[in-house]
């Protein structure tokens, strides 16, 4: 069993929709959860962070962390196909600063 | 925010030859960088961390003296693919923590093609 697993996708909604995309994790050890946006051929780039069970929000992006679950979910609202790219999840624990990745979930908004 | 930067964006070398490609923090100093590669498709596989000063610490199956890395300062690492293989053809990606304290930051990546 993997550390982290993610559905890869694809994922095509169209424009406007709201958009989960979610991860589950199998130690409950880790203590602080991330969420990347990457472009193809682009280095990923941080779009959220947290390290407490409860929603997170920033702007169109909310972050949702259930530890009892071993359950992460980004969710994009008014998804525009500006935020067509592949999502990563990312988890680690405060002891070291190796993050384990999920595979990522290629997300495609239609016009 | 924290920028690193990462150079080349691509390059394309022959069998047998080495490559460099550079990761540098732009406006922090970090004493610890990872290395990364992604096949196409596929998540970001950790290759190696870079501490400055020391040597780097490899993930179980990278061959050490194929991807040989050096982080000379605070605000440099390198890796350098040496007889370099199609087979190591791949995207690379460099971090560093945010010295925030909130994630990590990427380099915006290196295509590596080799003919």
């Known amino acids: 069993q993997k550390e982290v697993e993610q559905d890869p996708g694809p994922l095509s909604v169209p424009e406007g929709a709201i958009v989960s995309l979610n991860c589950t994790y199998s130690?409950?050890?880790?203590?602080?959860f991330m969420w990347y946006r990457q472009y193809s051929r682009k280095g990923p780039e941080l779009l959220m962070y947290?390290?407490s069970s409860g929603n997170k929000e920033d702007g169109r992006f909310t972050a949702q962390v259930d530890k009892s679950s071993k359950y992460i979910s980004l969710f994009i609202r008014d998804s525009q196909p500006s935020d067509s790219a592949t999502y990563l999840c990312?988890?680690?624990?405060?002891?070291?600063?190796?993050?384990?990745w999920g595979a990522g979930t290629k997300l495609i908004i239609k016009p | 925010g924290a920028v690193v930067s990462q150079h080349p964006s691509r390059v394309i070398c022959k069998s047998g030859t080495s490559v460099k490609i550079e990761c540098r923090s732009l406006?922090?100093?970090?004493?610890?960088m990872f290395w990364y590669r992604q096949f196409p498709k596929q998540s970001l596989m950790l290759m190696a961390t870079?501490?400055?000063?020391?040597?780097?610490?490899?993930e179980q199956g990278v061959e050490k003296d194929k991807f040989l890395i050096n982080h000379a300062s605070l605000t440099l690492s390198t890796l350098t693919v040496t007889s370099a293989h199609p087979e190591d053809s791949s995207f690379y990606i460099c971090?560093?923590?945010?010295?925030?304290?909130?994630?990590?930051?990427f380099g915006s990546g290196t295509r590596l093609t080799v003919v």
């Open positions: 971090s560093a923590r945010d010295p925030g304290g909130y994630g990590y930051t």
């Open positions: 406006d922090f100093q970090a004493t610890t």
């Open positions: 870079s501490n400055e000063g020391s040597k780097a610490t490899y």
């Open positions: 130690n409950s050890a880790f203590q602080y």
């Open positions: 947290t390290y």
């Open positions: 990312a988890i680690g624990k405060r002891s070291n600063y190796q993050l384990i």
